[in-house]
């Protein structure tokens, strides 16, 4: 669907979005009406480069042609069928899946939220079968962000904010401790607490990577306490951070993690991935779901992982990064830049965040702001130095209005 074939002009459209939806986005003025590898494109046809990236979707480039060519193969063959059945699209993702990242079991959601959602349920089904009920809560870290489900904006370590404000009573079980402070952990850590639960980077809460030291403890903690080490890369895996999944960046792996974005190529789907000994107790009847493992999504998304793995993005993600990163440093007013391969954050020394975005946007770069002295990028893995130079031109003219 294009704004030409309803006869409508953009302030139109913009005017009948405002009267039938309820917007909890703060929207760009910009109509966005297609995609290709790193750029947008406007309804006029002004092209846009794209370092928000789908909130770090576009993995592959919009309107990737191997995933273009999956949804088509697939939507004209079966565009859906039930959990009831085994599904081709569904049985191959899996294994391609946990083959590349080396874990056993995988189940398949629709979102992020979702994806979490199932981890926190198995970690509480696990906690309640070993000690009978007595270990259940879980620690998460201040700062970050989980999803917006009861549970997992529970999880989000932010009380006070936004997030939770107005859904009290929270999700009980969760307690929060220090990010990158394993002291904080360990004394979070009761003999009621069943599992840990963090982001290898920060992303929501101003794109902080974690110390080699602070990973590498709670692996150690996690296997002295008996609990369960749980990695939420919702919005670090597949790539992002230089490594197919980011806790390959640490030589450590989790029991269970999550995935989304990035997997599915645009298409919403999900998944969370965990050893035997954690999945089997996430039995039949304990989770379920309708569309989660989607025929055409997970075609898609066996496309995107294969573009993601046999081009080797994970590659480009850390030399690009590295490159961008370090030509955002010199730019004025830049106080701290901060990341893990094409997942960057950039600080600035006062809170002039929103007035960059807004400025780059007139530009044409697009990018998120996650502080009011932050700005967030998280383009397509396929961009290159040159797209990076093109983005740093533009944001250098923002800071010098």
Not at 274 to 280: F, I
């Amino acid at each position: 669907m294009i704004l030409k074939d309803f006869g409508m002009t953009k302030e139109q459209l913009v005017e009948t979005a405002e009267k039938y939806m309820n917007e909890t986005f703060k929207r760009y003025d910009f109509v966005c009406d297609s995609s290709k590898d790193e750029y947008l494109y406007g309804d006029d046809g002004t092209e846009y480069l794209d370092f928000l990236g789908g909130i770090a979707v576009n993995s592959v480039g919009g309107c990737n042609q191997a995933v273009i060519d999956a949804i088509k193969e697939q939507s004209e063959q079966m565009i859906h069928a039930s959990n009831y059945f085994y599904t081709v699209p569904q049985t191959m993702l899996a294994k391609l899946i946990c083959e590349t990242i080396g874990m056993d079991k995988i189940q398949f959601q629709n979102s992020g939220a979702e994806a979490n959602e199932a981890m926190i349920k198995m970690a509480r089904k696990y906690g309640n079968d070993t000690s009978g009920g007595k270990r259940y809560k879980i620690v998460t870290a201040y700062n970050s962000f989980h999803g917006r489900t009861l549970a997992t904006l529970s999880a989000t370590g932010q009380p006070g904010s936004a997030i939770h404000k107005g859904f009290e009573p929270l999700v009980d079980g969760f307690k929060y401790a220090e990010y990158n402070n394993l002291k904080s952990f360990e004394e979070a850590c009761t003999d009621d607490v069943i599992a840990v639960m963090i982001e290898p980077v920060e992303a929501e809460g101003g794109v902080y990577p974690a110390t080699q030291e602070f990973i590498t403890g709670l692996r150690e903690l996690c296997d002295k306490k008996g609990m369960l080490l749980l990695f939420d890369e919702v919005q670090t895996g597949w790539a992002r951070t230089g490594a197919v999944m980011a806790y390959m960046n640490y030589n450590v792996k989790p029991d269970a993690v999550t995935m989304a974005k990035a997997m599915g190529g645009g298409m919403p789907i999900a998944a969370m991935c965990a050893t035997n000994e954690a999945m089997q107790h996430l039995s039949a009847g304990s989770h379920g779901t309708t569309f989660g493992g989607n025929p055409v999504c997970c075609a898609a998304s066996y496309a995107a992982v294969n573009e993601i793995v046999g081009k080797d993005l994970s590659r480009n993600a850390k030399e690009v990064g590295n490159y961008f990163m370090s030509e955002l440093s010199k730019l004025p007013h830049v106080k701290e830049v901060r990341g893990m391969g094409l997942l960057v954050g950039v600080e600035f020394d006062s809170d002039i965040a929103m007035d960059v975005k807004h400025d780059a946007f007139d530009n044409k770069l697009l990018m998120s702001v996650i502080k009011p002295n932050t700005i967030r990028m998280v383009p397509p893995l396929i961009v290159t130095k040159e797209d990076c130079d093109k983005a740093v031109s533009i944001i250098k003219k923002s800071l010098a209005i």
